[in-house]
């Protein structure tokens, strides 16, 4: 069961209330300036989830594993992959970036290190570590070419 709670859904969910909580009850009269953070915001969402989508759609067509704890049965290298080596986790961060910026969370910017700090040694670096030792050569040329983040 706790295999399943450590997924980086939960984690962006956690992250997320906690943002939430901040904004409702220790907003402490900070907040971005109206307008231009909540189309800020909303852009940050609607891009975090898309890469999202086409990440899923990309892993789903190379009919490979999405769940972060499994052995990945091909290395994707093609679509969204091609531009950054964790679409879902740099979704993710993105979409905590626009929430905190759509509820006045000032003071919950500092989530968002703390997110990608978490994503990285929870999921990122384990799952490089599968992928370098079954791919070896593939996954090194891939590093070369394409970066962890942006």
């Not at 759609?57 to 969204?80: C, F, K, N, W, Y």
């Amino acid at each position: 069961m706790l295999k399943w709670i450590d997924i980086p859904p939960v984690w962006l969910a956690a992250f997320a209330a906690l943002a939430w909580w901040q904004s409702r009850y220790l907003a402490m009269g900070l907040g971005f300036g109206g307008a231009w953070a909540d189309f800020a915001g909303g852009v940050l969402v609607g891009g975090g989830v898309l890469l999202m989508l086409l990440a899923a759609a990309e892993m789903r067509r190379q009919r490979t594993t999405i769940v972060p704890h499994r052995d990945a049965g091909r290395l994707v290298q093609s679509g969204i992959f091609s531009r950054t080596r964790n679409p879902i986790y740099l979704g993710d961060v993105m979409i905590l970036a626009g929430l905190i910026l759509s509820w006045d969370a000032v003071l919950s910017l500092p989530l968002l290190p703390i997110l990608l700090w978490v994503l990285e040694r929870r999921f990122v670096i384990p799952e490089e570590n599968r992928l370098r030792r079954k791919f070896r050569a593939d996954f090194a040329r891939y590093c070369e070419k394409v970066r962890r983040w942006v």
